[in-house]
């Protein structure tokens, strides 16, 4: 789902619901929070909610609400639960979140180790979501600003997911687009770590995950989560044999930084020095090897060597 009614999404799991009226308490002291509503006919667009003003002289806002129920991960079916299924199409539950997002994040979730058992006792769940088609009057201009600038919103959606995380019945922090699952601890640690290098919290926004390939010894490492920062994900096949997993995250998460500073600049058929002291060559994807479906940057090495048989058309 691309960026349209809303422009980013994080959801904080909880251990048990939830008041709007406690949320709005843990918020106001750092945040001024406007139009309490504890109502709600339609849980999958909308639970009891409030919103927060950002950049409010483009119809920008933040809305909070409380779903109470778990994160729906299968986002419904169209004959089952229209309803659902509507709500996700329509990008309700943030852009860029498909199908299994959580199930994954918990899978590849490096940095949190606890996060298969935190996410299955989860009950309930708070979106906070960016939005600029509040109080649009001219319905044809653009959804999203002329000046719209990804980062700052993604800075913002997580530094109130933090302040929501000290609430009892927090358990952690989920960004559905980027597959990324971290405690309150990990939050900190990133957020200041920002305010101290400006080094950016990417690990809180785009995972890097690793997958064994049919292939003996090869794998697939990817990132998941660029395109809320407007830049493509990229993915990495290689002989573990011969190159360091271990560099080649690096090498996946410096470029997703070089992407996030400058913007889509790596075209096709460009090369760079990678891993393994040898230069590798990007080919532009339009749907990479694993999901969830979206355009990704595919890394290859020029050293000459043959690459198995199904791998050979990327």
């Not at 991960?73 to 498909?98: C, N, Q, R, S, V």
Request: aromatic share 8%; glycine share 6%; with cysteine.
């Amino acid at each position: 789902m691309a960026k349209g009614l809303f422009a980013q999404g994080v959801t904080v799991l909880l251990s048990e619901s939830v008041s709007i009226h406690k949320i709005k308490e843990a918020l106001e002291q750092k945040y001024d929070v406007m139009n309490v509503n504890k109502s709600s006919e339609k849980w999958e667009f909308s639970g009891p909610s409030c919103m927060i003003a950002y950049r409010p002289e483009v119809h920008g806002f933040i809305t909070i609400d409380i779903i109470d129920r778990s994160w729906p991960d299968h986002m419904g079916d169209p004959k089952e639960e229209p309803m659902l299924f509507g709500a996700w199409t329509m990008g309700h539950f943030g852009p860029h979140t498909y199908p299994g997002n959580l199930e994954r994040a918990s899978l590849q979730a490096w940095e949190f180790p606890d996060a298969k058992a935190t996410i299955d006792s989860h009950v309930a769940c708070i979106r906070i979501r960016v939005t600029y088609a509040a109080g649009r009057v001219d319905e044809e201009a653009p959804i999203l600003p002329e000046d719209y600038d990804s980062f700052p919103e993604l800075l913002q959606v997580t530094a109130i997911a933090r302040e929501l995380l000290r609430l009892p019945e927090a358990i952690c922090y989920f960004n559905p687009g980027g597959e990324t699952l971290a405690s309150d601890d990990l939050i900190d640690e990133l957020l200041e770590r920002y305010e101290e290098t400006n080094l950016a919290p990417m690990e809180l926004w785009s995972n890097i995950r690793m997958f064994n390939l049919p292939q003996e010894n090869w794998l697939l490492m990817d990132t998941v989560g660029m395109q809320q920062l407007d830049v493509q994900d990229q993915e990495i096949v290689f002989d573990r044999n011969l190159y360091d997993p271990n560099e080649a995250a690096d090498f996946l998460r410096n470029i997703a930084n070089y992407l996030m500073q400058n913007g889509p600049v790596i075209e096709d058929g460009d090369t760079i020095d990678g891993i393994g002291g040898v230069n590798w060559q990007v080919s532009i994807s339009d749907d990479g090897l694993s999901q969830p479906p979206r355009e990704v940057l595919h890394w290859s090495a020029l050293d000459g060597k043959e690459r198995p048989e199904g791998l050979l058309q990327q």
